[in-house]
């Protein structure tokens, strides 16, 4: 199997590419040249210099592949434009498809995210619940997915969509300041905490991407890639705590006073490029339920996660603590 990942320098890609890399697939990478032109360690895996916007580089890097796995993606940044988030969250992937289709790939898998489905009102969500997009990153991953529908209709390339929730694990620096936060008793719940918050640990997550690049009957559906656990954020707290060997904070406070002060941190800061201290979204981590059903992927690639809670969180706090974060 030839295959080519996009995001190969970040936190799943990589963790994709070195995974199959190891296993003995043909892994290309398409990767920008770093600012000092050191490539980026990626045992195993052959590097094209190349940008998602940058459809001669596609091509380039598409000949001879079987599957494209596009893990790329710009998250949430400070300061940059909502033109920049859709050239890369959806503008790009119809970019990708075009590419595959004239490289004869037979598969794309685009990553998507579960943030698609907003605040889920009735948990679990399956793939089928409502749309509710609640930022510019959510936005443009929900229209990468219709893209990537149109281009896979016009051109042939079979599509699947893969939709995680809440990856962590050694290499993740997003759970960070929620992982060091509650390790130094300084994570404190806004709300009552009863919102569900659903993790995966990221070599689940891998083997999920995997089956849908591979799996037949998978083109041209959506799955939601997430763990076997469904956890309250009270429990999840409890549990990183418990594994980090302290105390779990008790203190919860109300959640509206500290969404105002982020509104207004960010109404100040955004139009400055400067990274606001305090974000709504941070907030909001808070106060909405993300808790889903995996039962599609169940049935239709046999994806069975094989990482418990406890046991993902025990591996990424131990990343941490090796790095000195703790």
């Known amino acids: 199997m030839r295959v080519l990942v996009t995001g190969a320098t970040g936190f799943t890609g990589g963790h994709l590419a070195r995974t199959l890399a190891a296993r003995g697939y043909l892994v290309r990478a398409l990767v920008r040249r770093p600012v000092n032109g050191r490539p980026t360690e990626l045992p195993g895996v052959e590097q094209i210099d190349g940008d998602l916007r940058d459809a001669d580089s596609l091509r380039r890097a598409a000949r001879g592949v079987d599957v494209i796995y596009n893990i790329a993606a ?19 992937v119809g970019t990708i498809i075009d590419a595959a289709a ?15 489905h907003g605040d889920v009102e009735h948990p679990p969500a399956n793939e089928d619940a409502p749309f509710r997009p609640g930022d510019i990153y959510q936005d443009t991953k929900l229209e990468g997915e219709r893209i990537a529908r149109e281009h896979s209709e016009r ?31 300084r994570f404190i719940i806004f709300g009552d905490g009863r919102i569900f ?70 109404a100040v800061c955004s139009p400055l490029g400067i990274e606001p201290p305090l ?48």
Do not use: M
């Open 102 to 116: 004239a490289a004869d790939v037979r598969r794309v898998v685009h990553c998507s995210t579960v943030g698609v």
């Open 155 to 185: 051109t042939g390339v079979e599509v699947v969509i893969a939709r995680p929730s809440g990856i962590h694990g050694p290499g993740d620096r997003r759970l960070l300041k929620l992982f060091r936060g509650v390790a130094r008793r």
């Open 197 to 266: 918050y659903h993790l995966t640990y990221i070599d689940d997550v891998v083997e999920g991407l995997r089956l849908c690049g591979e799996v037949p009957q998978a083109a041209g559906r959506s799955y939601i890639i997430a763990g076997a656990e469904v956890r309250t954020l009270n429990e999840v707290v409890a549990i990183v705590a418990d594994e980090a060997g302290v105390e779990a904070h008790r203190l919860h406070l109300p959640a509206w006073p500290l969404w105002l002060a982020g509104a207004a941190c960010e």
């Open 74 to 92: 710009l998250y949430r940044q400070a300061g940059l434009r909502d033109d920049v988030y859709r050239a890369v969250n959806a503008e790009a």
């Open 279 to 326: 974000y709504r979204r941070r907030v909001e981590f808070f106060t909405k339920s993300r808790a889903f059903d995996i039962s599609r992927a169940r049935a239709e690639l046999d994806y069975a996660p094989a990482v418990g809670l406890r046991e993902g969180i025990r591996r990424t706090l131990a990343w941490y603590r090796a790095q000195g974060w703790l």
